[in-house]
């Protein structure tokens, strides 16, 4: 399946400031999915994109998916210590039956308070 | 707590020992799916279900490895002869699709997962 890549690998993050991962593909995206993983705990279904140029808010997280399907980025502000994890993002290998998540390797984020 | 439940959360085995995790998801989802993780990566689509019916298991790691679910609801994830690269975080998830899940995607819901120690 294709494979997706999150840049960065680590992101520190200074309490208060915003900050923005990225998640980047060669080849067009059916969907994408977003997870938060707690350290020491199990990923936690955040968000889906589905349609191109989407763009959802939650609160301090806003999540797009680009244009042309093939990126997707997560932006949060004002980073709180509760937004320490592993940010996954997932997308299905094939349209012809949903499920089948190919993750990346997730973006770590460290907050300093 | 109605939530996907896993056990063991933690086994530890000898190298050449067969184990067997059980998952049981939320009592209303008709997929289930099985993912490995291991440190630093995300999770590995290992295999998945639709009520009874195993949808893919090219994906399991090698002939060691199967999974069962036979009345739809709990489902058993077997490795023999374990070895020590089997070591990892094997998670289990859970979703509600209509139909055979065409159309939209559906958001998984994970367990807390049963981590494998081999030695």
């Known amino acids: 399946g294709q494979q997706v890549m999150q840049i960065p690998q680590y992101q520190h993050v200074q309490e208060g400031e915003d900050f923005t991962t990225y998640c980047n593909s060669s080849?067009?995206?059916?969907?994408i999915q977003w997870y938060k993983q707690r350290p020491g705990g199990h990923p936690v279904f955040l968000i889906q994109?589905?349609?191109?140029?989407e763009v959802k808010k939650q609160k301090r997280l806003t999540f797009q998916f680009g244009e042309a399907k093939k990126n997707s980025s997560l932006h949060i502000t004002a980073t709180q210590t509760t937004d320490v994890g592993t940010y996954f993002c997932a997308h299905d290998e094939t349209t012809d039956s949903w499920g089948k998540l190919q993750f990346g390797a997730g973006t770590q984020v460290v907050v300093t308070p | 707590d109605t939530g996907v439940s896993q056990d063991p959360r933690h086994k530890i085995t000898k190298r050449g020992q067969n184990v067997t995790f059980r998952c049981d998801p939320i009592s209303e989802h008709n997929r289930l799916y099985w993912y490995r993780q291991t440190l630093g990566q995300g999770p590995e689509f290992l295999t998945y279900f639709q009520n009874e019916a195993q949808l893919e298991k090219s994906r399991l790691l090698s002939d060691r490895f199967s999974a069962e679910r036979p009345k739809g609801s709990f489902s058993t994830l077997e490795i023999q002869r374990t070895e020590q690269g089997d070591s990892a975080m094997y998670l289990c998830a859970s979703s509600l699709a209509v139909g055979w899940g065409q159309g939209v995607p559906y958001e998984q819901y994970f367990g807390p997962g049963t981590r494998l120690t081999v030695t």
């Open positions: 080849t067009t995206l059916s969907n």
């Open positions: 994109l589905v349609k191109s140029g």
